[in-house]
T-cell receptor, first 114, second 115 residues
């Protein structure tokens, strides 16, 4: 079975600073990888996904992530954050063939302050 | 509709009460999923429907949890004799594919509080 580890439960950062949210996964077979964002009292919104091809994936709101197969990582980055990026971010994984549900990490709370 | 719609948004139930949570997926979406998100945790899988067939219910935590999608569109998650540990946000998601999983669209969730 696959699993996801988000090492940082909370990441505080100042506005306009760069940020990286870490995600590592474990799976014995090939996977698809996702980042979702959850604003307070809302559902999950897809930020970006890696299915195949280029390992650098660009998403909405200026976020990007890089798939590193050797390190089994899929870290999320943004070069300059805004106050409005304050939210919970979830990394998720699914198998890339056959039936598979999404398995989520515990989430990282990004706190952007002025 | 344009997105996945869930109702009610908030539900307070007394311990022992039965509750029913509704999910309206995006029109034409084949696959529908229910997830449970406890406070401070990531969502955890409950059950999966492909059209009206419930193909996976391995995540349902007890036989008090029951889900249905009789006509392959709207789905209802029912929890009988609610307990305090059932307090969570229940998320519904849908996608037009069967599988593999290219990612789903989530609803805003129903926050269930059992008192």
């Amino acid at each position: 079975a696959q699993s996801v580890t988000q090492l940082d439960s909370q990441v505080p950062v100042f506005e306009e600073a760069p940020v990286e949210l870490r995600c590592n996964y474990s799976s014995s077979v090939s996977v698809y990888l996702f980042w979702y964002v959850q604003y307070p009292n809302q559902g999950l919104q897809l930020l970006l996904k890696y299915l195949s091809g280029s390992t650098l994936v660009k998403g909405i709101n200026g976020f990007e992530a890089e798939f590193n197969k050797s390190q089994t990582s899929f870290h999320l980055r943004k070069p300059s954050v805004h106050i409005s990026d304050t939210a919970e971010y979830f990394c998720a994984v699914s198998l890339n063939s056959g039936y598979s549900t999404l398995t989520f990490g515990k989430g990282t709370m990004l706190l952007v302050s002025p | 509709g344009a997105g996945v719609s869930q109702s009610p948004r908030y539900k307070v139930a007394k311990r022992g009460q039965d509750v029913a949570l509704r999910c309206d997926p995006i029109s034409g979406h084949v696959s529908l999923f229910w997830y449970q998100q406890a406070l401070g945790q990531g969502p955890e899988f409950l059950t999966y429907f492909q059209n009206e067939a419930q193909l996976d219910k391995s995540g349902l935590p007890s036989d008090r949890f029951f889900a249905e999608r009789p006509e392959g569109s709207v789905s209802t998650l029912k929890i009988q004799r609610t307990q305090q540990e059932d307090s969570a946000v229940y998320l519904c998601a849908s996608t037009h594919e069967g599988y593999p999983n290219y990612g789903y669209t989530f609803g805003s969730g129903t926050r269930l509080t059992v008192v």
